[in-house]
């Protein structure tokens, strides 16, 4: 049989497709703007005859019916990263959190840890050889392919098809086959405010040319790369493509002609954007997509030389720990890839990691910088493994310093409202030493 004949029989309706899930099933779906949410849907509609069925993502951009209350008793999420939605339903017991770097998701799935029945994903239709694109999500859904013993796979003709030796898979490795045709949820470039440009101003002065760039979604990477139209021949590996990016190839300065690792590719895991960053990513040889743990393993990051490393966080205490996925025993978001390219860039010849952060929340009535980390708070990048430190007061280099050098360091970036505070914190902490 060949794969047009296996398309045609193995196309049927998302009714068909979801009897093949049992109670008590393991599911897995595909990540971000790939989650199948035609799937999703109808699943939805036919809870009652479900129960105890766990559904594992990271992040789901778009209508997450399946996060409705009263829906855990059918369906219940499990997520090693949230946002608004399953939040809230952490928060409320109605979903559980599974600490975990973004890369170690593929062995979690086959060591069996997080345990797959269904992969239920999002792909492109086949090419001429008969294989589906991942789209927009490669990172771990690949292996959780691999590990599934059944994909349901909804085909979206609007699906940006994008490249990659490993993004990819054989139609024939499909059990069941659901046609659909809608835009992908999109994601807005952010409001970009004072704030935003002062603490971007301090992180594009550490960014040389020639540099490979990790940047992530929102205000402040937003503002960085705004910053960086006369430098030259930049390169990306990251785990996420954003909207900014395309601004910047466009405009020829990534160009990745100075790469030492998949030189003039820009390498990635998934993307988020607008209707213009999927256009851009589509059938585009530039871009490769490849599983988180390739894209996200610390020592593949490190052959990128010159490497920089841009992400936020919650708040930053006097030893340099860096809190990004908790407030106190809150927990607000996940590791996800930031400790991955944190020690990717720290390994790189002429590399930097930069956490970039506004020195105050909640209406400047919080330091960000703190003597110690609420209590209860995870710590995610840890003090060894810190470098630069930037809000919109100033740069703090901590690698190499000692925890009194740190200290005061950090005083210095943090709001001048809570100066004297943390002077007092500091002289108590030290000056009785």
């Not at 609007?158 to 659909?180: C, F, Q, S």
Request: charged share 25%; with cysteine; hydrophobic share 40%.
């Amino acid at each position: 049989m060949n794969w047009r004949e296996y398309l045609a029989i193995h196309t049927c309706t998302a009714e068909e497709a979801i009897k093949a899930i049992r109670s008590g099933d393991h599911l897995v779906y595909s990540h971000a703007a790939a989650c199948p949410s035609t799937i999703n849907r109808v699943l939805i509609d036919h809870k009652e005859d479900y129960r105890d069925v766990s559904i594992f993502h990271m992040l789901y951009v778009g209508d997450a019916v399946h996060l409705a209350p009263g829906v855990e008793k059918h369906f219940r999420l499990r997520s090693s990263f949230l946002n608004d939605v399953s939040r809230k339903a952490v928060e409320e017991g109605r979903a559980d959190f599974y600490p975990c770097y973004f890369q170690q998701l593929p062995a979690m799935f086959d060591i069996k840890s997080f345990p797959v029945d269904v992969a239920v994903i999002q792909v492109t239709p086949p090419d001429n050889d008969g294989y589906c694109s991942f789209g927009v999500s490669v990172d771990y859904i690949k292996a959780a392919c691999r590990n599934a013993h059944t994909i349901i796979a909804e085909m979206n003709d609007r699906m940006p098809r994008t490249l990659g030796p490993e993004n990819k898979i054989a139609v024939t490795d499909l059990h069941y086959i659901v046609e659909a045709s809608h835009p992908l949820p999109e994601v807005q470039k952010s409001t970009i405010g004072e704030l935003e440009k002062k603490i971007a101003h301090h992180c594009s002065s550490l960014i040389d040319d020639g540099a490979t760039l990790q940047i992530g979604i929102g205000a402040i990477p937003d503002a960085v790369l705004m910053l960086l139209d006369d430098r030259k021949d930049l390169g990306i590996h990251t785990e996420l493509f954003t909207p900014g990016i395309v601004d910047l190839v466009k405009k020829g300065v990534i160009t990745g002609k100075r790469k030492t690792f998949h030189q003039e590719k820009i390498i990635y895991t998934f993307l988020m954007g607008d209707r213009e960053t999927y256009d851009f990513a589509d059938n585009n040889p530039m871009l490769e997509a490849y599983p988180v743990d390739y894209t996200n393993s610390p020592f593949n990051i490190a052959k990128n030389d010159k490497m920089i490393a841009l992400n936020s966080c919650i708040e930053v205490d006097f030893n340099g720990q860096v809190a990004a996925e908790s407030i106190g025993s809150y927990t607000y978001s996940g590791t996800g890839g930031q400790v991955d390219y944190v020690q990717g860039a720290r390994l790189s010849k002429g590399g930097k990691s930069i956490m970039a952060l506004p020195s105050t929340a909640v209406g400047g009535t919080i330091s960000r910088i703190v003597p110690f980390l609420k209590q209860g708070a995870a710590v995610t990048t840890s003090r060894n493994d810190v470098d630069y430190i930037i809000t919109e007061y100033g740069i703090a280099h901590l690698r190499g310093q000692s925890l009194r050098e740190r200290a005061k360091q950090l005083i210095e970036i943090a709001h001048p409202d809570f100066r004297e505070e943390l002077e007092r914190n500091y002289f108590a902490l030290f000056k009785r030493k």
